[in-house]
Every structure is written in C-alpha cells, then in structure tokens.
Nanobody, 124 residues
Framework: QVQLVESGGGLVQAGDSLRLSCAAA????????LAWFRQAPGKEREFVAT????????NYINSVKGRFTISRDNAKNTLYLQMTSLKPEDTAVYYC?????????????????WGQGTQVTVSS
C-alpha cells in the first residue's frame, strides 16, 4: 500500500507559477511510474504528465507542454509538478498517482494508488 499526500495547490492569477508536491509513504517509489492527473468540474479526469521509472522519460498533455515540468526525487520519495504561465483553463483538482509498473501510462485506469487531490484555481 502507498499513501500519497499532495500539497502546493492554491489560488493564483493567470501567468503565475505553482509547484505541487506529492510525498509518498509505505513503499519506495523508485521502481514505479508516476503521474499527475487533473479533474475540472463536470469533466473527466485527464492525464497531465507522466514520468517512468526506467529512464525518467516524461510525457505531457499538449496543453501544458513548455509550461509544466514533472520531476521525481527518489531519495525523498516525492513527486513534483512545476507549473508556470498558469492559465484559467488549468483550474482543476490535481491528483498524483502511482502505477505498479516501471513504464507510465496516460490512462487513469492503469494507476494503482492516488493522492487525495489538491485544488489549483487560476483567476483571469
């Protein structure tokens, strides 16, 4: 079992930056693929970014490419999402997720453990 605790969300203005953190307990994350998903009101949960455990390859949804950066610190058992140039359409609850596999996926159904979510609200 993996317990995940997200932090770093908040209310910001368009163009601002935020860094989300996801601290894990219960298992070492170094051999697992990790991801950030988000869910806006009335919309399905969508993948934002993934990072695998093999070569640290990353993958991003097109709408955040060049603005968001996913990273992991295996020594701290923590996942990060650095978000810059935030837009109102980035407003959502952001979730970190762990997949019990080395390679990542963009499908939320493929992830085994989830954090409780952290709200990010971007005002125009």
């Amino acid at each position: 079992q993996v317990q995940l605790v997200e932090s770093g969300g908040g209310l910001v203005q368009a163009g601002d930056s935020l860094r989300l953190s996801c601290a894990a307990a219960g298992r070492t994350l170094s051999t697992y693929a990790l991801a950030w998903f988000r869910q806006a009101p009335g919309k399905e949960r969508e993948f934002v970014a993934t990072i695998n455990a093999v070569n640290m390859n990353t993958n991003y949804i097109n709408s955040v490419k060049g603005r968001f950066t996913i990273s992991r610190d295996n020594a701290k058992n923590t996942l990060y999402l650095q978000m810059t140039s935030l837009k109102p359409e980035d407003t959502a609850v952001y979730y970190c997720a762990v997949r019990a596999a080395r390679y990542s996926s963009t499908r939320y159904q493929d992830y085994d453990w989830w954090g409780q979510g952290t709200q990010v609200t971007v005002s125009s």
